[in-house]
């Protein structure tokens, strides 16, 4: 047997790190698009929606170290690995450690509340996707007689959806970076190469 083979073995399975290369891209599509009003934009949110549930549902069934019984700890337990990240001794874990776990699910939080502000927007601005509005032609005589009402409820559910939108985004994009900025430091201070981890699905046992 190989010393290499004796040393590492499989943590990340092949959902996991499926999962995790297609949300990246998704997110720079959806960023592009979304900047460029392409059409594409609608179809990488309902992508990355699924994605994302589909996550959620793994992370209660799934292997070993995509639970989120694994990676998800007390409060406590996050403040001190932060602690010990910044005096420059932190215990290393073969699977998400305190501070990654908190991101995961940080991030999936914010990728579902995107997502959702966005099908929502889309659905008041352009009456497409799941949450469309398209009236019954027996009630269109109603709606006409209560159209600048309803325009008015409109133009509300419009902005406060689209506030929501663009903060998510923002939101992403910060613990994007600092998703980022935590993978160099894990691997400089464990000496591995995380982004190959998630190519691969391997780690060293030591």
Not at 89 to 95: A, T
């Amino acid at each position: 047997m190989d010393t290499n083979e004796r040393h590492t073995t499989v943590v990340w399975d092949v959902f996991v790190r499926v999962f995790h290369w297609a949300i990246v891209s998704l997110v720079l599509i959806s960023l592009v698009s979304g900047q460029l009003e392409l059409g594409i934009h609608p179809y990488s949110g309902y992508a990355i929606f699924i994605l994302v549930i589909a996550r959620i549902l793994w992370g209660l069934v799934g292997s070993q170290y995509a639970r989120f019984s694994n990676f998800l700890y007390k409060p406590t337990t996050v403040w001190q690995y932060l602690k010990s990240i910044v005096k420059g001794n932190p215990k290393r874990f073969l699977g998400h450690n305190p501070a990654g776990g908190l991101m995961v699910l940080a991030l999936l939080i914010c990728l579902g509340t995107t997502t959702l502000s966005g099908m929502k927007l889309y659905g008041i601005e352009e009456n497409e996707g799941p949450f469309a509005q398209a009236a019954p032609t027996t009630l269109m005589l109603e709606k006409d007689a209560n159209k600048e009402h309803e325009h008015d409820e409109d133009h509300e559910d419009d902005e406060f959806w689209e506030a929501l939108h663009e903060l998510s985004i923002n939101l992403l994009l910060l613990l994007i970076l600092l998703h980022v900025l935590g993978v160099v430091v894990a691997s400089k201070q464990h000496n591995e190469n995380l982004v190959k981890a998630m190519l691969d699905g391997e780690k060293s046992k030591d």
